[in-house]
């Protein structure tokens, strides 16, 4: 596995992905979007040439809001959205963030558990935050400076 920052030439892939693992995934103009945003900080780890998983953020400040961890279904269980989860820490720390955050759906137990690994802790509750299906989304939140 490689992890490499990702550019809008990724949007592509990025979509294919989304697709495959969100109930309402992003198009591909508003990845590309995202990927040429200056505030916008994006990782993707390769198998082979493909894409197996990204991690990105928002980086406002000393801020940083984990925007979507997407792993491909058949790739789940072998550590690619912990190894890009702590790239992109790092990478946010490394830029000055200091506080991160992220929503996570409420029935996502895996997700939540890799957060909770990474130091996140549960702050609150979006409710309705979710739609396809409806369900409210999990805050949870993490003072950078150690992994």
Known sequence: ??????????????????ARCFSLPWSERTIRNELNNPVALYF???EDGRLAGYAGAQ????????????TAPEQRRRGIAGALLRELLSAAGARGVRFAMLEARESNTAARALYEKFGFEVVGRRKGYYEKPPEDAILMTKTIGCL
């Open 1 to 18: 596995m490689t992890i490499l920052r990702l550019t809008a030439d990724c949007a592509g892939q990025m979509a294919e992905l989304e």
């Open 44 to 46: 993707g780890a390769f």
């Open 59 to 70: 980086i406002i400040l000393d801020e940083g809001h984990i925007t979507n961890i997407a």
